[in-house]
């Protein structure tokens, strides 16, 4: 996002465009990472809970193996496949150099962005979360300073938004292996008496697997909607493209949310403590509502100076308006979903959160937009959003009263 609003404010539109461009292809590129980190967290979490000591250590160690090697291959597969994928993407010829100079530069910090998420979950598996705000903030601070030197002071261009996120995110990875090393003396990857246990890497993919689908899914999503809005111009793909940005200042919240309350279900699931889990479920719905709503009045109250944020054009101005007060809607909804996708991973059922993330942005969201563009056209198009946020609402509540009858109500009581 710092990037996107640097370059778009100081660059021009074809430097925006070449990083929003790279959007899609580094979601799914950090998505995968995160969704292994998500699955092993849960994983860490149960295991800590019954304290069952020998098969945590084995965890964690066998862990950063399987995401350091999936790492390495999507990093080589990304930076060998480049030219096919901005094919794919549709990038416009004279964005293709810039984008190309951008991603090249970012795939140095692919290892780094590994490293820190890897440690942030050894520490949220714990129930400590405050540390991971400080290295995770650190990183994010160092980016947006060096940002505005590389770009203003040095007139470096798109390569010098890219340098500023890599050192951010090697500054990052720095600090959380120092800071993980001082304050975690229960998680740490050890490699003395390690020996791959097979039932240990099923249980991480079990969980991490559906995570990784859940997370990069997105990414499908934006292209399918960019092959649909690019039929009424430019214009359209970019309102998506800022919207997606915009979303992140109501939905990582959210996540942060999800990555607090997860090792605590996960954990009490582990000690038999029903109690606390039902407690941690329930506020986590009302504050994940109360972030929401925050959400919703912005997108219907100040749209203007939303999109403003962002240079917005007349034309941009015309279709982003009603485009974000209609998408707005879905985040009355969108609440509910997201807190009930993470009770699934933490209780080891990320399969059902898996269902309903597929259905929801491939089976609902791409069909209805696909329908609703070829009757109404671009302004009615943006009502898929809150569309597939109804049907995700229903399966969601479907798996949630499952989930409730055959594994939290036999959980033994417990105590708050």
């Known amino acids: 996002v710092a990037d996107t609003l640097i370059v778009g404010r100081f660059l021009g539109a074809d430097a925006l465009a070449a ?7 580094m979601t799914f590129l950090t998505s995968v990472l995160l969704g292994l980190c998500m699955g092993s967290g849960a994983v860490f979490s149960i295991q800590f809970g019954r304290h069952d000591t020998e098969r945590l250590k084995h965890s964690v160690s066998l862990s950063f193996l399987l995401i350091a090697a999936v790492t390495f291959l999507l990093n080589a597969g990304a930076l060998c496949g480049l030219n096919g994928i901005i094919r794919l993407l549709r990038v416009p010829a004279q964005v293709t150099g ?3 100079g951008y991603l090249k530069i970012i795939f140095w910090g692919i290892g780094a962005t590994f490293c820190y998420n890897f440690f942030a979950c050894l520490l949220r598996s714990i129930g400590n979360s405050t540390i991971p705000l400080l ?8 980016n947006i300073a060096l940002d505005l030197l590389f770009v203003l002071q040095f007139h470096w261009g798109v390569r010098g938004a890219a340098a500023a996120t890599v050192i951010g995110q090697i500054g990052g990875m720095a600090l959380g292996f120092v800071l993980n090393q001082l304050k975690n003396r229960e998680l740490k990857v050890v490699w003395r008496g390690f ?7 099923k249980s991480i993919l079990a969980v991490g697997f559906p995570s990784i689908i859940m997370q990069s899914i997105s990414s499908f999503m934006n292209v399918l909607m960019n092959l649909i809005l690019i039929a009424y111009g430019n214009t359209a793909v970019s309102v998506l493209g800022v919207y997606f940005k915009l979303q992140s200042f109501v939905f990582m919240p959210v996540f942060g949310l999800n990555n607090g309350i997860t090792p605590i279900i996960a954990y009490n699931y582990g000690a038999g403590q029903r109690k606390r889990m039902l407690k941690t479920i329930k506020l986590s719905m009302l504050v994940a509502f109360c972030l929401t709503f925050i959400g919703f009045l912005c997108f219907e109250g100040i749209p203007q100076i939303l999109l403003g944020m962002f240079n917005a054009s ?3 101005l015309t279709i982003g308006v009603p485009a974000l007060r209609i998408i707005g809607i879905h985040y009355l909804i969108a609440w509910f979903c997201i807190v009930s996708g993470t009770v699934f991973q933490a209780l080891g059922k990320a399969f059902f ?7 929801r942005q491939l089976f609902v969201l791409i069909p209805a937009a696909y329908i609703l563009a070829k009757l109404g056209g671009l302004h009615v198009v943006w009502w898929s959003f809150p569309i597939a946020e109804v049907i ?3 399966v969601s509540s479907f798996f949630l009263v499952r989930i409730n009858r055959t594994i939290i109500s036999r959980v033994p009581e417990g105590k708050l």
């Open 19 to 25: 990083v929003g461009s790279s959007y899609t292809l």
């Open 98 to 100: 810039l984008m190309k």
């Open 135 to 142: 290295f995770l903030g650190g990183a994010a601070i160092l």
């Open 195 to 201: 020996h791959p246990d097979p039932s240990v890497f």
């Open 314 to 316: 007349n034309e941009m």
């Open 353 to 359: 959160s898996m269902i309903v993330s597929i259905m």
């Open 392 to 394: 995700s609402l229903m």
